[in-house]
């Protein structure tokens, strides 16, 4: 076993050091809906910056609610923009919007090392709070605004609140019936039940993992109030603070989407409908049923951490069978509940054929928990392999991947500040979604043609020259990763005057491409010009 008693704070401070450097600078970019599901929506509803609002958020059958949108990025833009506006009467750039909301999930995802450090107690909390800050999943993706993340961190909350619960009913009967201990085990039991309702209201996916927690805590409340009466007395307020905290976000969502309370909106439930059709989820993708099992939790985990979690949860199940409430250690009831979680939200994200990795990201920390309090722990064997995987991962998905698109954005939005007066229209051509707020562009300037945008997505080549060949504005931008513009005609490639490099760029979609032409050019995005008639004579 290696001891971490001397080296725990400086390791831990370094760590935490990455997390703040990937949060600021990294670039990568994992997957859209890191900007689509949430700061793509308050950027335009707060700072009047054009956007792009998905299908997600029609109003006639919205998906998303609002409190968690405007609670995470939200708030922070609309406070940084009052006081930015009061000191130079301008809006916030593009480059402070991107920080603020890396450091908005920067400060949630401290509630998980928070979370952690009551799970688990000494000397096993110091393996779990080096567990946890150095996998690539905290630099990767709990920084980022996915709603993933959120669900994470309210999963995690509810794990805390369940184990004050246990430990507050498992004390001796004189303190628990104390009118303190009473106070507290209220207390915790509103939370867990304000938590329970949010994070379901937020994502219908976190009643997957929030089942093992509620059974859990209904079980130790009738060892506290001692009969099915009582507990219903017990729970009756905790209850009503849930469903209070439901009817907050359906006003919420009915006064965003109908701008009138009398309209029911519950995009939790518009959430289950969509995903419940094959139809609906072929068009994102379909994949095997065991892909969550043995790729997407081994991907998150790494291997070793995967085949420790299994080992575990096979015994603290076999354990669970000879065991009982009354003897119960809160750590005991808390790593049963963590394999309940980890078994039972497998089993329902299994049975649906979209499959993406970070849909079980709120299964990290449980798992981290568990093996962390396990009875053996990894040597040094362990850690070297570790740090290889998660060293790797994050720089691919914190820095690498898709990693030329913001800040293309930003150097497009100098640019076009520098050239008020012209027409612009930008082309995005084999990349990954952009996120228009980036380019802080006023949300007239789009209907008034001052500025067109046109993401080509993985169209064919001759969509982009039918794009250049109908476009009237005065400068054309091209943005395309330079082994793919390497395969354009020979009469069209010297139309292309390239502006800016951006490296690292890595696409994943393009490979043969990105080795044909070597490393550096291969992993670089291009910012290119166009001149128009060069491109009318070519077609």
């Excluded at 309090?373 to 898709?402: D, L």
């Amino acid at each position: 076993m290696v001891d971490f008693r001397h080296s725990f704070s400086r390791i831990y401070a370094a760590l935490w050091v990455a997390r703040i450097l990937f949060a600021l600078y990294g670039t990568g970019y994992i997957h859209p809906d890191e900007h689509m599901q949430n700061a793509e929506i308050t950027a335009a509803d707060i700072l009047g910056y054009y956007t792009f609002r998905s299908w997600e958020w029609d109003p006639t059958f919205p998906l998303r609610a609002v409190i968690p949108v405007y609670m995470t990025t939200g708030l922070p833009f609309f406070v940084a923009q009052k006081i930015y506006s009061a000191l130079s009467d301008q809006n916030l750039g593009p480059a402070t919007l991107f920080r603020l909301e890396r450091l908005s999930f920067l400060c949630l995802s401290s509630l998980l090392d928070m979370s952690v450090a009551l799970l688990v107690p000494p000397p096993m909390r110091s393996f779990a709070l080096l567990l946890l800050s150095s996998s690539y999943v905290t630099h990767a993706f709990y920084i980022r605004p996915f709603s993933n993340s959120l669900e994470s961190v309210i999963a995690a909350l509810c794990l805390v609140f369940l184990n004050n619960i246990v430990g507050i009913v498992s004390s001796d009967s004189h303190e628990h019936s104390a009118k303190s201990g009473n106070a507290a085990l209220h207390w915790n039991l509103h939370a867990l039940c304000t938590l329970g309702a949010f994070g379901t209201s937020m994502r219908p996916t976190f009643f997957t993992f929030a089942l093992p927690i509620s059974f859990q805590a209904l079980r130790y409340s009738y060892k506290a109030a001692g009969s099915i009466s009582r507990t219903g007395r017990l729970l009756a307020l905790p209850l009503c603070s849930g469903i209070l905290t439901v009817l907050c976000f359906a006003v919420t969502d009915a006064l965003y989407y109908w701008g009138t309370p009398f309209h029911p909106v519950f995009p939790c439930l518009n959430f289950l409908r969509y995903n419940s059709s094959a139809d609906n989820l072929a068009e994102h993708g379909l994949h095997p049923r065991w892909l969550h099992l043995f790729v997407n939790l081994p991907m998150l985990l790494s291997p070793w951490v995967w085949f420790l979690t299994t080992c575990n949860i096979y015994h603290s199940f076999k354990g669970s069978i000879h065991g009982a409430v009354g003897r119960a250690r809160a750590l005991d009831v808390t790593r049963e509940t963590i394999s309940q979680i980890i078994v039972l939200s497998l089993a329902m994200l299994c049975a649906v054929p979209h499959q993406e990795p970070r849909f079980l990201c709120p299964i990290v920390l449980p798992a981290i928990v568990l093996v962390a309090t396990s009875s053996r722990w990894p040597r040094k064997a362990f850690w070297v392999t570790w740090i290889m995987f998660n060293v790797v991962f994050a720089v691919v998905f914190g820095i690498m991947h898709q990693g030329g698109v913001v800040p293309s954005l930003l150097y497009l939005n100098t640019r076009m500040t520098d050239n008020f007066a012209t027409t612009t229209h930008i082309v995005y051509w084999k990349t990954y979604m952009p996120p228009r707020r980036f380019l802080g562009i006023p949300q007239q300037d789009v209907p008034s043609g001052k500025v067109a945008i046109t993401d080509l997505a993985g169209a064919a080549e001759s969509a982009l020259i039918d794009t250049l060949v109908s476009t009237s504005s005065d400068v054309v931008y091209v943005v395309t990763p330079i082994a793919v513009y390497k395969t354009l005609p020979g009469q069209v490639a010297p139309c292309f005057t390239l502006q800016k490099r951006i490296f690292p760029h890595l696409d994943l979609d393009h490979i043969r491409e990105t080795s044909e032409i070597g490393w550096y050019d291969g992993l670089t995005l291009g910012v290119y010009t166009v001149e128009q008639s060069c491109i009318g004579s070519a077609s």
